[in-house]
């Protein structure tokens, strides 16, 4: 059987518009992840982050970020008076942003934080964004949990 060139034709532009209705068909199913919802306010933000990172550096400890026996832990730098510390800490998930989650900041009285890490697993980036006594801190940590 012998098709003609308009036969052809046809065919062929009905098989290109069949495939690229199921491109669009498949990327719609698509779950797409932004790493921040809100990233523009944040993005002008972004110089105040700086200054408080320099404002970090000055300090004579880093925040140390670790976990152990199922207990996040964020030691704050000695010398200050911990009672004064408020702030918020955020857990970053890069692959998963269900997985994030902010806690507020509550020091106890030997400049350490606890949180009881109950079926987390990945890699987090801690980002701790803390005050005492008017000055304004921020410190980026990676933890692995396993």
């Known amino acids: 059987m012998k098709i003609n060139w308009g036969t052809k034709l046809a065919i062929a532009m009905a098989a290109f518009m069949i495939m690229i209705i199921t491109f669009v068909v498949l990327m719609m199913r698509e779950d797409v992840n932004l790493v921040e919802p809100d990233y523009y306010p944040k993005g002008q933000k972004f110089q105040e982050i700086i200054d408080m990172k320099q404002q970090s550096a000055t300090l004579s400890d880093?925040?140390?970020?670790?976990?152990?026996?199922?207990?996040?832990?964020?030691?704050?730098?000695?010398?200050?008076?911990?009672?004064?510390?408020?702030?918020?800490?955020?857990?970053?998930?890069?692959?998963?942003?269900?997985?994030d989650?902010?806690?507020?900041?509550?020091?106890?009285?030997d400049?350490?934080?606890?949180?009881?890490?109950?079926?987390?697993?990945?890699?987090?980036?801690?980002?701790?964004?803390?005050?005492?006594?008017?000055?304004?801190?921020f410190n980026e940590n990676v933890l692995n949990l396993q």
């Open 62 to 99: 880093s925040l140390i970020v670790s976990y152990n026996e199922g207990f996040i832990s964020i030691r704050f730098p000695s010398g200050l008076d911990y009672s004064k510390i408020s702030g918020s800490v955020h857990f970053y998930h890069r692959v998963e942003s269900k997985m």
């Open 111 to 137: 400049g350490v934080l606890r949180y009881k890490a109950d079926n987390l697993q990945g890699r987090f980036i801690v980002k701790t964004e803390w005050k005492n006594e008017g000055a304004n801190y």
């Open 101 to 109: 989650f902010i806690l507020d900041l509550k020091v106890g009285t």
